[in-house]
């Protein structure tokens, strides 16, 4: 089958297949992955090499420290404001310009003062903001503690072409959609997270980027687990983490750096698979309708609707049985969605858009 | 290797050769357990079979909600007080036996009043208290939002041979390293938790058995991911849950069930387990010294020191170099500890029993 789930999403075959393997036996551990302890020289060594291989792959160094944690993006939703807005008298700022944003910016309000930077819910959110939508007059800039962002809207299939700036308001980068997927100035961000189901890995792993300033500014006191700070110190071990799903993200950043040659030619390639599928919506005479307006068009996630929504059940079944899974749009708006993360290869693409040609000649 | 792990540690053979499978191809899925969607149709029966196992073999019914959640114990040490204490005006009671009971009290600290019932410090947290010992004062029981209690102590290896009763108190008890290896009076509990990393499947997955009769008492306006109605009201897919953690904890349950006989005899065997350890020590004549005081001694983590403590390294290196893994003690405490979790073979113990007494032999 292809695979174009939104996440849980495709993996690449070695990285299965070295999992596969690990789970006979992880070679100079005497048990397999799922046995060893997380506080063994063996996982220590698991550890350091993620860590390592995705600080290279991010372009982050010492400024920055790294925390693999649980709970999803959405837990993040409620560590952020926990731990930087609830003690800072300050205000959390929100893009919001999607399902996504909007879910983080509500969070925000159990916690402390925040408010909306940029709301696209007036055009259905099918873009990004442009750069002078998101100027924070001065005194704004002032009283920010940070300003929360989503550089892809998973749902919507929108995207940043180029990462906002906010000089020097603290940007915080919900990434969960695309980390990974290409290179990112991260010198404009103070914080970047994602889960790891999308690009990095498997379900139960959240990567946090986040720079060792920022975690200065944390509040003290917190509950253990919720507490930045903590977490950072005691190198994500805290408490047993998820060894397996960690392992899995090892593996992903190596064939990311030595089966594929790294984030720029990873980047090339999802923007070429990305045009195959935009290219069919475009020459289709309106009978596929893209969401997003083509300035902002998600080069993991993209959706689209058919002119005949009546058509899009057959749509799906007849994808189903040509091969192609995951392809409902998010229970929140359906409509169609394919998502073409790293491990989705050319080949599928073409692929589908072999199959979208096809049914619109028998159905256009 | 024989895997003595504290955790994560040991997994049946039969539940490791199937997760490998499912890393092949999942049956009926068309993709591997790591690629399905968690709103797919096959995801949703592996959670609703795993749901009705573990209920099966807890002997939990409708009056009770099964929540599969991220984070270990160590998020519920946090989340307990915050759901049940922050907004109840009442104080959280702790039994104190040892270091994660003493951890999940200090947690409360932070958000409400907590209180210590019974605090086994002055005895080097060498048994669990009697039940003459837990009794409440009625005016303090009617002051008590709950009483945490923790059913077994992995670093100390203490472990309450009965539940304990507390009458009209919600009583909240901890079961991590105990889970699934012995049937519970459910009957005395309101909620009981535990990470899976034990004896129910793999790190990164925790299991909470909770009464809708205490879900009820929750705060309002939590964050999502720590709001516990709303995580059972999603059917704990608020977010992505971790989707092969819950597979495993499946494929476990299907092992206690079908090749074990259910949780009796997966008792049994446990107990003849321990006892094989717990004789050699007996035996030794002060060579071994146990933890523990015999009433109190856990059937899942023996510990023990040697009387001559400069030969501990010794006997590790050499337990290692025969084949038996994890046997360090945990860094908090020292001394040397065995892990009799499900998975580990009534086989792996003789085999330590001999080992360890052939070492008194040569040195004692």
């Known amino acids: ?68 944690l649980q709970g999803g993006a959405r837990q993040q939703f409620a560590l952020i404001p926990i731990n930087f807005l609830a003690a800072s008298g300050r ?7 999607g399902y996504w944003s909007r879910t983080a910016h509500a969070e925000a309000g159990l916690a402390g003062g925040s408010a909306v930077l940029w709301d696209g819910a007036g055009e259905r959110y099918r873009r ?10 001065p005194a704004r800039a002032a009283g920010a503690a940070y300003v929360h962002y989503t550089a892809n809207e998973t749902i919507e299939g929108t995207q940043f072409r180029e990462l906002p700036e906010f000089g020097p308001v603290p940007a915080i980068c919900d990434a969960s959609s695309e980390l990974l997927s290409r290179p990112l100035p991260v010198e404009r961000c103070a914080m970047i997270y994602a889960g790891a189901q999308k690009n990095l890995g498997t379900a139960g792993l959240t990567l946090v980027a986040v720079r ?23 190198g994500s071990m805290l408490n047993t983490p998820p060894v397996f799903a960690i392992y899995v993200t090892l593996l992903v950043t ?38 997003a307006l083509p300035e902002s068009r998600s080069h993991m996630n993209v959706t689209w609707r058919l002119a005949d929504a009546e058509l899009e059940p057959l749509f799906l079944d007849q994808a189903t049985a040509a091969g192609f899974m995951g392809l409902g ?13 790293n491990a989705v290869s050319p080949a599928s693409c073409r692929a589908l858009a072999g199959f979208m040609a096809e049914f619109l000649r028998c159905h256009g």
């Open 1 to 68: 089958m292809h695979n174009f789930g939104a996440g849980p999403g495709a993996l690449p075959l070695p990285v299965l297949a070295a999992a596969r393997e690990a789970l006979r036996e992880l070679p100079g551990a005497g048990a397999t992955i799922l046995e060893i302890s997380h506080r063994s020289a063996r996982f220590e060594e698991i550890l350091a090499e993620a860590e390592a291989n995705l600080c290279e792959l991010l372009g982050i160094g010492d400024a920055w420290k790294l925390l693999f």
């Open 91 to 97: 205000c959390g700022e929100y893009v919001v310009s």
């Open 128 to 137: 990004m903001p442009r750069p002078d939508e998101l100027a924070f007059p």
């Open 212 to 234: 060792r300033e920022l975690l200065e500014r944390a509040a003290p006191s917190l509950p253990a687990m919720f507490d930045y700070r903590r977490l950072a110190d005691a």
């Open 254 to 291: 190596r064939w990311i750096r030595d089966d594929i040659g790294g984030l720029e030619e990873m980047a090339r390639r999802n923007r070429a698979k990305a045009r195959t599928l935009y290219r069919v919506l475009d020459e289709s005479g309106g009978f596929y309708r893209g969401h």
């Open 329 to 341: 749009g998010h229970r929140s708006v359906g409509g169609l969605r394919a998502s073409l993360y």
